[in-house]
């Protein structure tokens, strides 16, 4: 066989290689990179569409039920399975010269136009939120800050019909240089900074805008996360939570008894995929205010955490033991609080208790 056959052989093999793992990453599922983060409370828009479609991301009734994520998913899946990459670099700070208006929910079209479609206009799915609230940001590389910045848009603005601008953002809180050894979470696979957030008199829809600048390299996350303002000063406990399962996902449930006093708990799966699952927990106050509470969710099988937000989550055997966190442990009669995990398995029906303090 001649060298120019081999050689031509090759290149034909190459190119056919080449063209098997394009379509390969177009559409096969693969897991969420390893590094860098996003907000995961309240779900920026593409870790929303991630976490509500991630395991069915085909489903033909994204169309009709969830039109902005469907839009998104069919403009590049990669943006929502690569939910943690939407940064930008080398902008010193200077971001509303790097990003112009219309453009805040892609970082200016980042990654080569890659999350273009979260500067989609329209109504995108909004998590319900108090005034004050938890703004929930995971860095999985544990970059640590340098600052971070979160806004949220004027009453005045409807994102439902107009696209997002500088000026429609008003700064509410600023967290400044914090290392990941201090963030408030320290999980297997990464770190959280939970940030609460306070804001008066405000209902109906918003953005929450937050910009991360890890400290590693200058190098700034942004995302946009919709919300809707239920006009309270505490959780409302008929609120969805961020994790919480869209309203046609089946999913398996366990709850304790509603107690007189004390605390019940109710668990629930908000999606699932090849090898995790994601849950939501609520905890619910009996008819006495409770100072604090703890939840064990005890399984048939040995469960591995990786990672947790809203309490503090430690799995020992066949059980996870959470604890409420320092925002959200003091409840009224009847008043509720939510928390998540990420757990590697297949999720089953646990037997769940839950005692206050």
Not at 210 to 225: K, N, V
Not at 226 to 235: E, R
């Amino acid at each position: 066989m001649t060298t120019h056959v081999v050689r031509k052989k090759f290149l034909i093999s190459a190119v056919i290689a080449a063209l098997v793992a394009t379509l390969a990453v177009l559409v096969t599922p693969t897991s969420p990179a390893a590094a860098h983060g996003n907000v995961i409370g309240p779900a920026s828009r593409n870790y929303g569409c991630f976490q509500r479609w991630g395991d069915k991301f085909q489903a033909p009734e994204m169309a009709t039920e969830d039109p902005m994520c469907y839009q998104a998913w069919q403009a590049d899946p990669q943006a929502m399975w690569n939910w943690n990459g939407l940064f930008r670099e080398g902008v010193a700070g200077n971001h509303q010269a790097a990003i112009p208006d219309g453009q805040l929910c892609s970082a200016g079209k980042t990654q080569n136009g890659r999350y273009a479609a979260m500067d989609a206009i329209g109504d995108w799915k909004a998590t319900t939120v108090a005034n004050s609230f938890t703004l929930n940001l995971f860095d999985g590389a544990r970059h640590g800050a340098d600052y971070i910045r979160v806004y949220v848009t004027k009453p005045s603005y409807n994102p439902v019909t107009t696209a997002l601008k500088w000026s429609d953002l008003d700064l509410v809180k600023e967290v400044p240089n914090t290392p990941a050894a201090q963030w408030t979470e320290q999980l297997s696979n990464g770190v959280q900074m939970d940030i609460p957030v306070s804001l008066s008199g405000r209902s109906g829809r918003a953005v929450v805008y937050t910009i991360w600048q890890a400290s590693h390299l200058d190098q700034s996350y942004y995302f946009c996360s919709d919300v809707n303002f239920s006009g309270t000063t505490s959780p409302s406990p008929t609120s969805p939570s961020p994790t919480s399962p869209s309203p046609t996902s089946p999913s398996p449930t366990a709850s304790t008894p509603a107690p007189s006093g004390g605390c019940s708990a109710a668990v629930s799966v908000a999606s699932q995929w090849s090898g995790a699952y994601q849950a939501t927990v609520t905890v619910t106050a009996g008819a006495a205010a409770v100072k604090g509470w703890a939840v064990t969710l005890t399984y048939g099988a040995a469960q591995t955490v990786q990672q947790s937000w809203n309490a503090t989550v430690l799995t020992s055997g066949n059980q996870i033991q959470a604890s409420n966190a320092s925002y959200n442990g003091a409840l009224s009669a009847g008043g509720s609080a939510t928390f998540g995990f990420i757990a590697t398995g297949t999720p089953s029906t646990p037997a769940v208790t839950c005692s206050a303090v």
